[in-house]
């Protein structure tokens, strides 16, 4: 069974950092792209960010570029983000979100994480 | 970017009712759509990809359809479990980008 677990959210200032961790089980990890796709309090949905099965390759939404950063260690089958200068619009649940393509890109997702929330607020 | 957009933004309907939600794209993106449920409190379920393929486990009364720039997720016999906001996703190429929703009220 797929499983999914994001870790890491909480409440930060604007300004500030954190990294999100996402622990996959149930597949073979390095085998496959993965994103992160956030969805504010109420809102819909927005891909932020995603990467290549071997990490050689990232993939940024304009609205975080330059200050997001993907990552991914495949001998841990942890995905990660590193969020920097938080803004109060990045408030959101953020998702970890597995493409569905074996060593390749679909550029959908057919499994999720549960979501981790990231409040930016003072 | 890819623009989407989707109507209506909530329908209301009763069960065994038949239930369309549309869905556009800014430019055309072929079949490359996809299609997700999400409940409240819950991360979204894919439903339908490459605008017509039925995902695993997904009951048949969901089915979708179109090409180019227009597309439709239809429910044929609207059940009870079937509440939730519906988003169409475009999976042309990164940024993948998402419709605003349609929220579905028994």
């Known amino acids: 069974e797929v499983q999914l677990l994001e870790s890491g959210g909480g409440l930060v200032q604007p300004g500030g950092s954190l990294r999100l961790s996402c622990t996959a089980s149930?597949?073979?990890?390095?085998?496959?792209?993965m994103s992160w796709v956030r969805q504010a309090p109420g809102k819909g949905l927005e891909w932020v960010s995603g990467i290549l099965e071997s990490g050689g390759r990232t993939y940024y939404a304009d609205s975080v570029k330059g200050r997001f950063t993907i990552s991914r260690d495949n001998s841990k089958n942890t995905l990660y983000l590193q969020l920097h200068s938080l803004r109060a619009e990045d408030t959101a649940v953020y998702y970890c979100a597995k493409d569905p393509a074996d060593y390749g890109v679909s550029y959908y997702f057919d499994f999720w994480g549960q979501g981790t929330l990231v409040t930016v607020s003072s | 970017d890819i623009q989407m957009t989707q109507s209506p933004s909530s329908v209301s309907a009763s069960v065994g009712d038949r239930v369309t939600i549309t869905c556009q794209a800014s430019q055309g993106i072929v079949s490359w759509l996809a299609w997700y449920q999400q409940k409240p409190g819950k991360a979204p379920k894919l439903l339908i990809y490459?605008?017509?393929r039925l995902q695993s486990g997904v009951p048949s009364r969901f089915s979708g359809s179109g090409s180019g720039t227009d597309f439709t997720l239809t429910i044929s016999s609207l059940q009870s479990e079937d509440f939730g906001t519906y988003f169409c996703?475009?999976?042309?190429?990164?940024?993948?980008?998402f419709g605003p929703g349609t929220k579905v009220v028994i």
């Open positions: 149930g597949f073979t990890f390095s085998n496959y792209a």
């Open positions: 996703q475009q999976s042309k190429d990164f940024p993948a980008t």
């Open positions: 490459e605008g017509s």
